[in-house]
């Protein structure tokens, strides 16, 4: 039995592969944070245990692979993934092995004295150059490790590297229940949304979102831009910023995002006032202004009261809401508020039986800072970056790969 997806051709289900006393090779986000040795937020390794369970259950050999951080294809003590094995066994109750290394005689031997029913955890995928390099040989050398792969990172689908895209040469595979998941949300918000259907994209840099901007206009009703990119939206409607931050390289590009919305008779909301500061620093004194602009030698921090209100009430009149990215400098307490405000609608518009969909991990952020439970959310991506190019209509290459199988 497959599945179907917009963006990719048929996957098999890691529930259908009916996997029994085998090796199975299982590839994992677990790019965690981890702060002095501990897990800070273990969602990530949380989110794969239905599938690691299953695997289990099934009494297999589970060898999990995984990378941390950008150690740049060299072994960087603070990348390695050794303090997630305690974590692992905690969450799945089983027996879990950490190896030195995820190829070579070591990772050999490690995977060979595991007995089926177990976990191997494998040292940082990337301390090899080879891994980002999506290297043939390293994925073979991976492949070793099993006799079936099962494809459970969602937020590593949009690289093609060795542990996503090669490694599907060499193994028979499928998609574990968390890229499941994340297909089915995000194509029944992008392929078939039940309308009103809104979407609030904010962050620091328009650069990095003009792709997702275009794309949502042809399918939203109303588009939301917050944080710091709508500060290049305002100049390109000759709205005055202040010290603001500008991409004077993009206000062409805003503006015909603008027009574009227009001509597709989308909603385009902008902030209406701002909480501002002469400097950013935590204990700036904080200003709200009285209207879209912003007096010269401010800085808009953060979204005012009034636009609160205005992007609350969208968010409680929609059925389907996409958001990706935060609408201030949340990590400020003096400027979370209205990032704050965001969450708690988008939950008070689950519990109203609205589908909320929620990416990127400065996002999920704000979900900790305003107290909010995931579980208050419809589906929280593990993946800003894949999620983002899946919105876009890009094809991910780890699942292209194995669709090809």
Known sequence: MTTESKTVLKLAKVQDAKLKDKNVLVRVDYNVPIKD??????????????????????????VLMAHLGRPKGQPVEKYSLKPVAAKLAELSGAKVHFAPDCVGPEADKVVAAAKKGEIVLLENLRYHAEEEKNDDNFAKQLAKH?????????????????????????????????????????DKAMVSPVRPFLAIIGGAKVADKLSVLYSLIEKVDTLIIGGGMA??????????IGKSLLEADKVEEAKNIILKAHRNNVELLLPADHRVVSEIKPDAEVEVTQAMAVPDGKIGVDIGPRTEMLFADKIKNSKTIFWNG????????????????????????????????????????????????????????????????FVEGKQLPGLVALSQK
């Open 326 to 389: 935060p609408v201030g400098i949340f990590e400020t307490p003096a400027f979370a508020s209205g990032s704050v405000t965001v969450a708690n609608a988008m939950a008070a518009a689950t519990r109203a039986g609205a589908t909320t969909i929620l990416g990127g991990g400065d996002t999920l952020s704000v979900l900790k800072t305003a107290k909010v439970k995931g579980e208050n959310i419809s589906h929280c991506s593990t993946g800003g970056g894949a999620s983002l190019e």
């Open 37 to 62: 040795g501990v897990i800070t937020d273990d969602t990530r390794i949380r989110e794969t245990m239905k599938t690691v369970k299953l695997l289990l259950e099934g009494n297999n050999r589970v």
């Open 231 to 240: 500060y290049t939206f305002l100049a390109a409607q000759n709205t005055n």
């Open 146 to 186: 099993g006799e079936y792969f099962v494809q459970e990172a969602f937020g590593a689908l949009h690289r093609a590297h060795g542990s996503t895209s090669a490694i599907c040469k060499h193994l028979p595979g499928a998609i574990g229940f968390l890229v499941q998941k994340e297909l089915e949300y995000l």
